[in-house]
C-alpha cells in the first residue's frame, strides 16, 4: 500500500533549515482531505516513523508535528524522541487544566511546543506558559497586535511567521522580530510516498483486549503478533529503536514486548488501530510469506534446530520485505536489529537458513520430487517435508487466508 507524508520548511532568519512539519496525505493530491484529526496524525505518525526513513524525511532536523487535543491527554507525543519532534498544539484545541496539565508535563519531559496559529487571547496565559514556540499566519493578523506580542514574549519564545508567501511579507516579518520563517515564498510542502506493509485490523482488536486483561500474558500477545508481518515488521523495528534507547539486539517478538512495556504496547496498538486500514494489498505475497514462515519453523525442530526456530520463522516471514515494501532487501534488514544469520540469509549469504529458503522457494515454484531435501538433514525424507508443508498451509487457513 502506498502511504504519504507532505513536508514544509522553517527557516531562520539565515536561510538555513531548522526544521520540518509534516502534513498528512492520503494521496498524490497534496492537500489535506480534511478527515479526522485523530486519524489523520495517527497515519503521519506511522508513516513518518515506522514506515519511512525518518532521519532522511527531516535531514536530520526538528519534525513539527500536529497533535489533537486527545492526543495530548493521552501523553501520545511521548512515544516520539523528544530530541527529534516539536509538538504543535492546534487552533482547535479547547482550553482546559487536562490540557494543561498535559502541556506541563510534555514540558517537564523535555518536549518543545509549539502554538499553532496562534491568536492572543488572555484565556491562553497558562498555554503560554508552557509554550517554547508560537507559529501566527502572519497575513490574517493585525501587524501591531503581532509586533505587541513578539515584544512581550521574546525573551522566552521564538516566533514563527507562516504562510508568508510575498516578498514584502517576509521583510515585514524580518523587521518585526520573527525568529524563523514558513510558506509558499520560500517553499511548498513537498510530497514524499513510500509502500507499507498492511496489517489485519482484527488481529490489533486482538491484541488490545489482550493487553487490557487485568494481567496480560506476553505469551498470548505475541503469539497474536506472530500471525501478523506488518505488525511483527513494526514491532521488531520500533523495539530496537532509538525512541527506546536498546542496548541489547532484540530478536524475538516476546523480547520486544517486554521491551516496550504494556503501556507503551497498548499506545503503539492504538496508533495502528486508528490507521484502519480496510483492505490488503498483495494478499497472495503476504500469505507465501506467512507459509514460508510456518514452514521454515516446523522443518528446524525437524532438523534439530529447535533453538533457532524463531530464526528460521523471521526469515521466512520477511523474506519478500523488499518487494512488500519497495525497497532492497539490504536497506530493509538495516533496520532491523536481526540475528547475523537471519540478515544474512535474507541478503543472500550462504548459510543453513539461506539453504532452507531456497529450498522451499524452489518447492513453491517447482512443486515436484526433485527438491533434495536430504541436504538439509540426513534424515528429512520428502514425504516428512510434504507433510509439514501441508501443517503451514492448514496453519495459514486457521488464519483467515483463503488458499
Known amino acids: 500500500m502506498d502511504v504519504y507524508v507532505a513536508r514544509q520548511p522553517i527557516f531562520d532568519n539565515k536561510m538555513s533549515v531548522i526544521g520540518y512539519e509534516l502534513l498528512y496525505r492520503s494521496s498524490m493530491n ?3 482531505d480534511g478527515f479526522n484529526e485523530n ?3 495517527a497515519e503521519l505518525i506511522n508513516n513518518a516513523f515506522l514506515t519511512m526513513h525518518f532521519d532522511e524525511l527531516t535531514s536530520g532536523t526538528k519534525a513539527f508535528i500536529s497533535f489533537p487535543q486527545d492526543m495530548l491527554i ?3 507525543p511521548m512515544l516520539l524522541p523528544k530530541e527529534s519532534i516539536v509538538i504543535e498544539i492546534l487552533e482547535s484545541a479547547e482550553m482546559s487544566d487536562e490540557l494543561i496539565s498535559a502541556c506541563q508535563k510534555l514540558n517537564e519531559n523535555g518536549y518543545k511546543i509549539a502554538l499553532n496559529d496562534f491568536v492572543f ?6 498555554l503560554i ?3 517554547h514556540i508560537i507559529k501566527v499566519e502572519f497575513s490574517a493578523i493585525n501587524y501591531e497586535d503581532q509586533r505587541q506580542m513578539i ?3 521574546k525573551n522566552r519564545i521564538k516566533f514563527i511567521a507562516e504562510k508568508v508567501e510575498k516578498r514584502e511579507e517576509y521583510q515585514l516579518a524580518l523587521e518585526m522580530g520573527y525568529d524563523y520563517f514558513q510558506g509558499y515564498f520560500f517553499s511548498r510542502p513537498s510530497l514524499i510516498k513510500s509502500k507499507e506493509i498492511d496489517t489485519i485490523n482484527v488481529n490489533l482488536i486482538r491484541i488490545l483486549n489482550l493487553l487490557n486483561e487485568n494481567e496480560p500474558d506476553y505469551e498470548r500477545i505475541s503469539e497474536v503478533i506472530e500471525t ?4 511483527s515488521y513494526k514491532l521488531l523495528k520500533l523495539a530496537n529503536s532509538a525512541i527506546f534507547g536498546t542496548v541489547n539486539e532484540i530478536h524475538s517478538l516476546k523480547q520486544a514486548l517486554v521491551q516496550l512495556g504494556i503501556i507503551e504496547l497498548r499506545k503503539w496498538i492504538y496508533i495502528l488501530i486508528m490507521k484502519d486500514i480496510q483492505t490488503i494489498e498483495n494478499k497472495e505475497l503476504i500469505k507465501t510469506c506467512l507459509i514460508r514462515a510456518k514452514f521454515m519453523d516446523l522443518l528446524a525442530v525437524e532438523v534439530g534446530k529447535n533453538n533457532k526456530k524463531l530464526e528460521y520463522f523471521l526469515t521466512g516471514m520477511f523474506s519478500s520485505l523488499d518487494v512488500l515494501l519497495n525497497r532492497s532487501m539490504k536497506k530493509v534488514t538495516d533496520e532491523l536489529i536481526l540475528s547475523e544469520d537471519v540478515k544474512g540469509a535474507l541478503i543472500g549469504q550462504d548459510n543453513d537458513i539461506k539453504r532452507m529458503l531456497d529450498m522451499i522457494i524452489g518447492y513453491e515454484t517447482q512443486k515436484q520430487n526433485v527438491i533434495k531435501v536430504n541436504n538439509i538433514a540426513a534424515d528429512l525424507t520428502f514425504k516428512k517435508f510434504t507433510n509439514k508443508y501441508m501443517e503451514a498451509l492448514m496453519w495459514v487457513r486457521r488464519l483467515g487466508y483463503l488458499l
Request: aromatic share 16%; glycine share 4%.
Open 30 to 32: 497534496n492537500f489535506y
Open 39 to 41: 486519524q489523520a496524525t
Open 74 to 76: 493521552n501523553e501520545i
Open 121 to 126: 487571547k488572555e484565556i491562553y496565559e497558562p
Open 129 to 131: 506558559e508552557t509554550a
Open 151 to 153: 515584544n512581550k514574549y
Open 228 to 231: 501478523d508481518i506488518g505488525i
